[in-house]
């Protein structure tokens, strides 16, 4: 079965299945391929920018992946630093000297990709996962993104949203989209199957995860995970 281990800014998955479907989604990612060069390991950094189509590369060169929260400072560091102007997707080879944990524990793991940032100049805060920048987002979209974050609103309409925002929907998308580089929907959309994720990896059924995430069916759920990730949850927990 994978590994999927949940962090503050990012998703890791430790893949088992060889192979995805063409598909796009809001997260940012960030694919780790093993590459020998001599006696040292070298590992290569696969960056794709949010909503660009892409498939999963080999299994056997894939070690793991990350899937990076579009509102996040990370993300947002991310791309002005290796995606600027047009560019969606870079390649770049990178020495690291913290050795891949062949046991996949998520503390270890999160070690490993910890080092991997800081190489990569995404300075990181221990605290909390965050990098040390302040954010400067407007209050309405930090708050909403903190909602979301925390699984509010994920079963409710945008109208509902933007009411208890006292903002018009158009104004509240408009503002959302300017300062994330995200969709309002699309970031709802990508928080649900996060959660649906969770629920089932805490040993709960498909449709339970589906109803509790906000989804109307397991049909639903299913048909969103295809169309934003190219595989069924069931093949990725295998």
């Not at 299945?17 to 950094?45: A, D, P």
């Not at 997707?89 to 020495?95: A, D, F, H, K, Y």
């Not at 629920?199 to 989804?215: C, P, Q, R």
């Amino acid at each position: 079965m994978s590994k999927i281990y949940f962090e503050n800014d990012y998703i890791v998955v430790i893949p088992t299945f060889k192979s995805v479907s063409i598909h796009k989604h809001n997260f940012l990612h960030i694919f780790l391929l093993s590459e020998k060069e001599g006696n040292q390991h070298c590992y290569r950094v696969l960056i794709v920018d949010r909503n660009v189509k892409h498939q999963m590369p080999p299994r056997e060169q894939c070690q793991l992946f990350l899937l990076i929260d579009p509102t996040s400072l990370l993300a947002e560091k991310l791309k002005s630093d290796y995606l600027p102007g047009a560019e969606s997707i870079l390649s770049e080879s990178i020495m690291l000297t913290q050795d891949y944990p062949a046991d996949g524990l998520q503390h270890e793991v999160v070690s490993f990709i910890e080092s991997l940032l800081r190489e990569m100049n995404l300075p990181r805060k221990e605290n909390d996962g965050k990098h040390g920048e302040p954010d400067a987002r407007d209050e309405r979209v930090a708050k909403l993104i903190v909602d979301i974050k925390n699984y509010r609103h994920l079963e409710s309409l945008l109208e509902e949203i933007a009411r208890e925002n006292f903002i018009s929907i158009g104004r509240l998308s408009h503002i959302f989209k300017e300062q994330t580089g995200s969709s309002l929907k699309g970031y709802l959309n990508i928080k649900q199957l996060e959660k649906a994720y969770k629920l089932v990896l805490e040993g709960h059924s498909i449709v339970y995860a589906a109803l509790e995430a906000g989804f109307s069916s397991a049909a639903h759920l299913a048909a969103m995970c295809k169309k934003q990730t190219g595989i069924s949850i069931t093949a990725v927990l295998k």
